[in-house]
């Protein structure tokens, strides 16, 4: 049977027999089911859904877009919306709580503490935590055992936690003490591989990586990609075991993290949700807010103009390279920003770096304008009407050097700033070190061509 | 003892007494003693790595910058070369073998063909794949048992597989008959949890997720996060095991890809290595090709405003408005494409969407059209000199009105297009957008005012 025929009619004849719905299921991997149904009506959705034993909806549900989440959520009955998410793994069952209204969210909590106040006590520990720290992607799930523990008792104790749940891959047994304090930790390979009469104390690696709960996502996929870990705790100042953030999680981190500088530096406020799930009132906003900032600094340039009217009037060819010149300001200052900040994403260069960046910059900055700089000048030679052709070209060259290295140091330095005060560099995206140097470009251009035509103006 | 010492007078001193600076480096991370070592003469590098134990020199110069790595091995001894070679993970030695000179790295294979032949071929096999495939970024180093093994002789069995190589992180056992042919897997953890005298026939799972050794490393990264793996077979043709691609590679490619997705979008042509470590003959290279092609678009510009010249005399104030004008339709268009180049990245758009994509960017473009427009209209309204104010104010407004929509849905359907024809969206970059979208607005503002103003001109 293939996946798309449970699109077909069969959809509803299986909803009717839970039995036959379980096998059908059974043969395909969640998250292709779960694609699937985002097309789907939500009334259907949550119909299969219920018809699915508990564990089984969980996985489905923990795979479908935030918005349908939601929606299922909200059309199942409350005992049994919070049966669901018992069923969840804690990190994905926060997340789905984060994404409801303040009032649902209370709401399904308060059936979770009636129904399962355990699971209601884990989930209220990790909503405390930022979405987007280690505390926000951790699970709880993870096996701590005590350091003289034999590793034949550790086998059968790893043995019972999974039978119980299978939630979480396990990958690593941790070895705590009192308070849960963090000792060492043992590969489940090490564990079948030491004989098997020691204890845990005696095979454990005392040198554990890890975060406090607070740290960035961000970092955290950072050291767990620097490392090759497959698993990273986090601890409270104690050094008292929380959780762990697991390998899987910090793909998808690293991979919203991509999309989200990758917006912000083509000047979009990031999306929460995918292209095709974004409204477009949202998309107006998020898309409007920077235009209109930007435009509001782009009005300086007729400013700028306005100022020059009387040199163009007296020279028009001056108006006619000022896209062109202006915009090899733009594209050089791009280039230079876009690197930084993407250096400074990845960790190669901190704010303190910025004499070795300016030293570079200036030097390849230089050299690009003056590549630049002679092919502007060779244009202008046949492009300055009445005017002198080596004066006029002179002046169309020696703009585009002195606006091509100084839209490079700006567009290198300015990130490098704006991190310094703690922003966010991703701000200064590519329009917006466009516009600061559209400005200063044609106060530059201004300046060196009247210098340079003065006996003509 | 802090790391930072190793740097001092004492790394002569620990360089010949062997069994003291393997004591020393067992205590760091080797990734950590790696990036320390990057700041230090070639010569101090070889130094140590000759004076470790191969496996932990193999260690050390596995985690070397590509240029490091390549520095060393030719400075050492062809013998000790190779045998380092040897103790690197097949995936890692094939890596370093493609940064080095064609003719050094057949030396060191002929080296290493001699010395230890099995490796020899392994490595020749891998060197087939290309770099950013599966292929190029699998290891050979799996764990493929018979399927009518017994779970306990199973355990055994990676005991014993384990302690002759502790390279890579085993998390799986995959079950292989006649010719590798892929039967199925099992994790380590159910390994462990299920009754021993099973065979491996009995527990497996026959659902593996596959991917042929051309796949594109992107793809695979897509398929490991999508479906939570830890690690992916590549077969043949035949379903015969070729090796195994890791999680922590994966997340690797994942961050290299978004480094070179955000250059290509910041026009530059991707490096090669970290910001500071490419050379400035490279830099001014990269970077000037896309300045020039963009400089040789935007002498368009200059020719439309030669054309429109007897206009712009006629009317200087139209000048005015120029760089605030094609700022604008940049901007809006460096949004849509940013968005769209992502999308199609991550999966959640393809081209074949394209009238989606054109139906929502002409309703976005539009609203943002209008926003910006009347922004316009505000500011021509005083800036028309002696014209009319109320025609000069509509044509600046609705000459942003139709750049805007028009940049939006040019920067949407370009890169899809470009994918379609099977090219990289991700050349039509943000300047390139601007570029093609300075010279349409430029046509589009003089039609329009023109039209407008024509009883003025």
Redesign the interface.
Known sequence: MRLAMLLGPDLEALTSDPEALKETFEEF?P?DVAELLEDLPASTVTGLVRALPPEMGADLVERLSPDRQEQVIMELRPTVAAGLLAELDPDDRVDLLQELEERDARKLLAQLATDEPEKHEETQELLAFEPESAGGLMTTEYVGLAPDMKLWEA?EE??RL??ENEAE???YVYVVGFGDKLLGVI???DL??ADPGQTLADVMSE?VMRVPPETDQEEV?RL???????AMPVVDPQEGMLGVVT??D???V??EE??E???K????VP?ED???STG?VE??WK??I???V???G??L??TV??QN?ET??AT?EL??????I???G???G??S???????MA?G??KPR?WT?VLA?EL??GM??GV??GL??FA?GYF?G?GLDPLSFATAIGASILAI?TLSTMIGSLLPMLIRRVGLDPAVSS??FI??VV?VLG?IVYFGVARAILAALV
């Open positions: 991997h998250e086998v790893v043995r999974s039978r891959t396990i990958h590969s489940l390979r079948i591989l040198k996929a767990i990609a620097r490392y090759d870990l497959t390998v899987d910090v793909v998808d690293v991979i991509a999309t500088d990758a917006q530096q083509g000047g979009v999306l995918t292209y095709f477009l998309f107006v898309r409007g920077w235009l209109i930007l435009f509001l782009q009005l340039t007729a103009m306005e009217r163009l009037l028009v108006a006619l390279f000022i896209p062109l202006i915009a090899s733009g594209n050089a791009s280039q920003s876009t690197l930084i900040i993407r250096a990845v190669e260069a770096d070795r570079r030097f390849i050299a690009l590549i630049l092919m502007g244009r492009g009407g091509v590519t329009p466009a516009s559209d044609l």
